[in-house]
Every structure is written in C-alpha cells, then in structure tokens.
C-alpha cells in the first residue's frame, strides 16, 4: 500500500470519530496528506469523500482550515493523476473530473448557461442517431427538410452549416433550435427527453462540483463535543415550538437553487422542483448546529395539480449534505429525504427532524408517510443504507399486516442477538407497505386516505362518460361551469397562472354535485384556492385547501362511492 493510500484510509476511518485524540490524529494525517501524493484514483476518491464530510462536520477551526485547503487543492490532484487514471474518476461529480448524464431540458439548458465551456454532448456515448434526424426534421424548417432525408447532409453536418460561423458549441445549438420551435412547454421538454443525449459536463471553479460545493455559512458550527441525536422524540418535537421561515431575498434565492442544481447534477439525478424552482417562493430556515434549510416551491404552471410541493436542499455549516421532498394534500404530507452517502455517518436523525419541523411549520400536516420506493423497494440504494430502520428509529411504523408479522419476527431476533442485522430479503419485505407517523388530529387510518391519485381517477371517468373522452370539451365546460356555479366574472386583475390555475381545478370542481347551491363562503374559499394554486407562493394555496372542510368531504364520499 502505498503511503498516500494509507493516510487517506486512516483519515476516512476517523473522519466521524470525536475524541481528543481523534482530533490530534485527523490534524497529523491532514497535515502529510498536503504533500503526499494519493493514488490510484480509488483511494483519491476515498481522500474526497472525508474531507467533505470534515468540512460539513469539524471538529475545530484548525481542523477546518487544514480541510478547506485540501479541497482547494483538490482539483491539481485529479490533474496530477493523469489521463487514463482520472478517467476512473467520471461520473463521481468531482472537481475537474468529468461526468456525463441525460439531463432533461431545464437541466440541460442550465448547464449550457451557467457553464458554457464546460458543457457539450457526449457524442460517443449517443446511440439515438435515427430519432436525432427525425426529431431535427421536425424542428428545422420545411425547406431544410431534406437535410434530414436518406441521402441527405445528416445531422452532424447539419449541426456544423447551422452555427452559420457562430462560436457555440453542439448543445447550445440543439437547445436554441429547442427553445425557438415554440412548442408547448410540456411538448418540448418529452421531446427532448425522448433523445436521451447524454451531457457531458467538468465541474471546475468554486460552487461547480461536490469538491467545492460550499457556500459561506453566516456561523460554523464546531463538533468538538460529538456529533448529537434529537432532544426529544420526533412526535413531541413536531408537537413543540417550530422554527421560523423567512423567504429568501432574490439573491440568495437564486445562490441556493444554483447550489440544489449543482448539488443533483453532480450526483447525477434531477428533481421536478429544482427544475422549474420559483424564486420568489424560496423559504430559508437556520437552525441549530451550523445548519440551513432552504425549502424550494415550484413555478406556476408546473405545480403538481392537486397536491402542495416544497423541495429542499439542507446545509451543513454551508455544505450541501440533503435533499428531498414533502408533498401534502389534506394534512397528509408525503416525505422523501436522502442524505446524500459521504455525510452518512453524520447527525441524520438530527437532520431529518429538523427538516420535518420545517414542513410543520409550512403545511401543519397531522400524518407524515413514507412510501415502498424511500424504504427500499425497487431501491437498491435504500435497502443498503437501512432506510427502513432509519425511519424505524424516527417513531414511523408500517400497518399491513404482512409487513408487522415480518418486523416483529426481526425485533425478536433483535432482542435475542443485539449482533443481529436484517438481511437484504428481509429488508426487502420491510419495504412492502408505507410507513405512518401520525400526529394529533391525524387520520386514524392513514392508509386508506384520500389520495391525489384517487382524485385523479374521478376526473378520467368524468371525461369519458360526459365528454366521450374529448379532455379539450371537458376543460371549456368544465371551466365555464365552475364560474357560472361560483359567480366568477371576467376575473379582472388576476394573472394569466391564477386564470390557469382555476381553469385547471375546474375539472376538480366538477366532480362536485350541486356546486351551484354552496353556501357563498364555501364558493368563496373554493375560488380563492384554486387562484392560489397559480399564485406567487404555493403556501397560501395549501393552507386554504386544508381548510376547506366542505370540499374534502365531498371528494372521499366520491372516491369511496
């Protein structure tokens, strides 16, 4: 073993210990490690991985210090590797390493934007030629048509006559062209989605790579003491005091939704709200221990349609460490959360509690349930991190049946061998059902809730039996009932979202019979929510939708009907 390979082993295996001698021995490794040369590109890797982790969690300032240079540095190691070495290191989002991913239209047009030289398409790992042509005749001009046909230019030789001279590169093209056929947004983004071009991006310079991910905390936080589980369980903490979110000024709201997409795009994933993010509808909460949440709505006109949706992203003394999502509908709020795996072994509960308490102060939801997927099924990456004892942990607990036969027969092994671990079959089982954590006020059967799914269902068979299946008839009329039925006239001074919004929730609103004969502040409450969903904030939407008992009501009876 080499001696830089061994330093970087030894500081990955002390990396969340926190002793007084862990802290000598983490300063002495850091202190060789500047000049000593790592390799191969495993062990480097390995080197990364603890010091992000130090850099979210240090021990002291010295500590961090001596991270903070290693991770400036870092690039100049990957550098030094050389080339066929630091191929070994593609798709790990490190800096100056690069990766490549099908990034979907928004993410796309991102990249090309914030980083124009670094971004292009990965032309050796395309395999959709034919669907390239096809879709580029459908975009180009009639007359260049032919371009396209057997026995045409083709479309690399188009792309090249296309620049006309300009200094761009390929993705630029593709996505101006994209950008200027003036489909429908939906249209555009499956379409481009449908060609599957992979992206091929090096992260290089501060805030473009998980090495250099950080962004300036107001305060850091020091771990001398230990790394620290929740006070209270998670019932009572939700149950107490909540923490106060403040929208986030333009600025920093736009320097976070920047940090989620680099924080993603590194890792190779995207999500829906860091996508279409709403800068004006970015909530910021600072909490204890060197921690930032920042909870991101979503654009008008691409808002889930019935339920509310906030993403995050959590920091970490300014570390991405987080993300997920909560989405609520009735008081039950859906929560997904993935702690991103260099930070692990960190203060997860902690962090997961946090992170609800937050959603309690946006949605005051009574019922938080986590699905199969988040605990492991079809997850593999669940299932090896034991999402399902995590949540376990929190006070979540399964009711299917077959679900709780299994888990007491794992608590009994449990009790009787504390060595004891769950198998993966096991694991599998226990990610068979939803698990609930219900709090006062709460459904006492949440799992027969109503659910956006059910909602949705009505509204297809609305369509086909009094439409005959014709969804453009079925938005007019729907939509001129509901105004009729509501006394909404020419709705003067609202947006054309707040319009869309309400032209949309009308499909809903016509599942309701005798809607016509509400009481007036029923109508009113129905036709401020449904305005509210386009409105600059989802938070005023969720708060009436819950409120509005009336409406609720009438949608389980039609769902249980």
């Known amino acids: 073993m080499t001696p830089g390979r061994d330093l970087a082993d030894r500081l990955a295996a002390v990396a969340s210990r926190y002793t007084p001698d862990a802290r000598k021995a983490k300063l002495e490794l850091l202190a060789r490690l500047e000049t000593a040369r790592v390799g191969p590109a495993a062990a480097l890797l390995r080197l990364h991985e603890a010091l992000c982790f130090l850099q979210a969690y240090p021990d002291d300032a010295e500590v961090l210090a001596r991270v903070d240079r290693a991770l400036a540095a870092f690039p100049a190691r990957v550098t030094r590797l050389g080339a066929p070495a630091r191929r070994r290191l593609h798709d790990a989002g490190v800096a100056d390493a690069t990766l490549d991913y099908p990034f979907a239209f928004p993410m796309a047009r991102w990249l090309a934007r914030r980083f124009p030289r670094d971004a292009e398409v990965a032309w050796g790992r395309f395999e959709e030629v034919d669907r390239l042509d096809e879709t580029l005749s459908l975009l180009a001009s009639p007359a260049e048509g032919d371009a396209f046909s057997e026995g045409g230019m083709g479309w690399r030789r188009w792309l090249r006559v296309a620049k006309g001279g300009r200094r761009m590169t390929d993705l ?3 996505l101006e062209l994209f950008e200027r056929a003036r489909l429908p947004t939906e249209t555009r983004d499956w379409l481009w989605e449908n060609l599957r071009l992979p992206i091929l991006w090096t992260p290089r310079g501060p805030g473009a790579s998980r090495t250099l991910a950080r962004l300036p905390p107001a305060r850091v936080f ?6 620290s589980r929740p006070a209270a369980p998670l019932t009572r903490a939700l149950a107490g005091p909540l923490p106060v979110l403040r929208p986030a000024p333009r600025a920093l709201a736009e320097t976070l939704i920047d940090a989620a997409r680099v924080a993603m795009a590194t890792r190779q994933r995207e999500l829906h709200a860091f996508s279409y993010p709403n800068p004006d509808d970015v909530l910021v909460m600072d909490g204890d221990r060197g921690l930032r949440l920042a909870f991101f709505g979503i654009a008008p006109g691409f808002r889930l349609p019935l339920e509310s949706y906030y993403a995050f992203l959590a920091l970490k003394n300014g570390v991405p460490v987080s993300y997920g999502a909560g989405w ?3 008081g039950t709020l859906d929560f997904a959360i993935n702690i991103f795996a260099s930070f692990r072994q960190g203060e997860s509960a902690l962090l997961a509690t946090e992170i609800l308490r937050g959603y309690r102060r946006i949605f005051g939801m009574r019922t938080i349930v986590v699905d199969r997927y988040q605990l492991g099924h079809e997850s593999t990456e669940a299932l090896r991190s034991g999402s399902f004892y995590f949540y376990h942990r929190l006070g979540f607990r399964p009711r299917d049946p077959a679900v709780l036969r299994v888990l007491a027969g794992e608590e009994a092994s449990l009790a009787a061998d504390r060595s004891y671990r769950s198998p993966v079959p096991v694991l599998k089982r226990l990610a068979g059902g939803e698990v609930y954590l219900t709090l006062p006020g709460a459904d006492p059967e949440p799992e027969h809730r109503l659910r956006a799914t059910d909602v949705a269902g009505l509204v297809a068979g609305l369509v086909a039996r009094e439409f005959g299946g014709d969804r453009v008839a079925a938005a007019r009329e729907s939509a001129a009932h509901a105004r009729r039925a509501l006394g909404v006239g020419r709705a003067r001074g609202w947006s054309r979202e707040e319009r869309r919004a309400f032209e949309e929730l009308a499909l809903v ?10 009481p007036t502040a029923d109508k009113r409450a ?3 929510l449904m305005r509210a969903k386009g409105g600059p904030s989802e938070l005023a939407y969720a708060r009436r939708l819950d409120r ?6 009438l949608l389980e009876a039609r769902a249980r009907g």
């Open 548 to 553: 509005h008992r009336r409406l609720r009501q």
């Open 328 to 330: 609520e509908l009735f």
């Open 172 to 174: 630029a093209l593709l």
């Open 509 to 518: 609103a016509a599942l309701i019979p005798a809607l016509a004969r509400w």
């Open 222 to 227: 020091f771990h001398a003491d230990g790394l």
């Open 526 to 528: 129905l036709v401020a």
